[in-house]
């Protein structure tokens, strides 16, 4: 099978190009770097040009209320060239809980890029995954004051890149879901405790401070954004620390 991955040179991204290479696929990865922009839809006819599927993984470049312009402008200019194309499949990556958080603007951003291929005019699937273990020092650094981390007690579920790129790869090559697949990491934390056992892992100094009102997780409520009924991911923090 042919995949275009759209956003293919990123984290997640360029690993999913590398497993479905490796599975025996032709995955070509597209980005800006290679002439390929969603919002203004330049290159995306010719990226389409003999794809099976298309995986999307670009992102807005901000987290706050422009991002759902971007989502909007990409998916339209997406989804009419994969129909233009004869693309069969269309694969997304959202998160876990996005619809349960309206508080935050990028999470109302991303429910809305699920509405809109969930509407669309080609068979889809949306993989949800929880918090990246790779986005744990800048969730830190967001709240970070000296030798302080002000962090909440927010349950979440940590998921390692490579487990995300591995689903996400997998539900590509299979039938359209038409539906969403959730996963997950293996274990619940929450994330001032996460915070503690990282600072503690790397042998950093500072202190983390329990605080209910700190940064962009702060505005979540209950364990939204866990899923003890995902698929489950094996890679454990520990072991991804190490």
């Known amino acids: 099978m042919k995949f275009a991955v759209i956003g293919g040179t990123g984290l997640i991204g360029s690993q999913v ?25 330049q290159g995306l006819d010719e990226a389409m040009a003999g794809a099976d599927v298309v995986i999307n993984l ?26 233009k ?37 080609v068979p889809f699937s949306i993989v949800r995954a929880t918090q990246f273990m790779e986005f744990m020092d800048a969730v830190m650094s967001w709240t970070a004051d000296g030798d302080t981390v002000r962090l909440p007690a927010t349950p979440i579920q940590p998921i390692a890149s490579k487990d995300v790129a591995g689903a996400v790869a997998e539900v590509a090559a299979g039938a359209p879901l038409n539906g969403i697949r959730n996963i997950a990491g293996p274990e619940i934390f929450t994330l001032d405790e996460l915070g503690r056992f990282t600072l503690s892992r790397k042998g950093d100094s500072r202190t983390v401070v329990t605080d209910p009102t700190a940064g962009m997780f702060a505005v979540v409520n209950g364990d939204v954004l866990t899923d003890k009924n995902a698929h489950l991911a094996p890679t454990r923090y520990t072991d991804w620390l190490s």
Do not use: C, W
């Open 85 to 121: 194309g004869g693309v069969g499949h269309v694969v997304i990556l959202s998160i876990v809980g996005t619809d349960q958080v309206p508080e935050l603007d990028y999470y109302r951003a991303k429910a809305l890029q699920e509405h809109i291929v969930a509407n669309g005019p």
């Open 17 to 41: 190009v590398k497993d479905l290479n490796a599975a025996g696929h032709q995955a070509v990865p597209h980005s800006k770097s290679t002439g390929v922009d969603v919002i203004t839809g």
């Open 58 to 83: 670009t992102n807005s470049p901000t987290f706050d209320d422009a991002s759902p312009a971007f989502f909007q402008t990409s998916m339209d200019n997406l989804l009419a060239a994969a129909e």
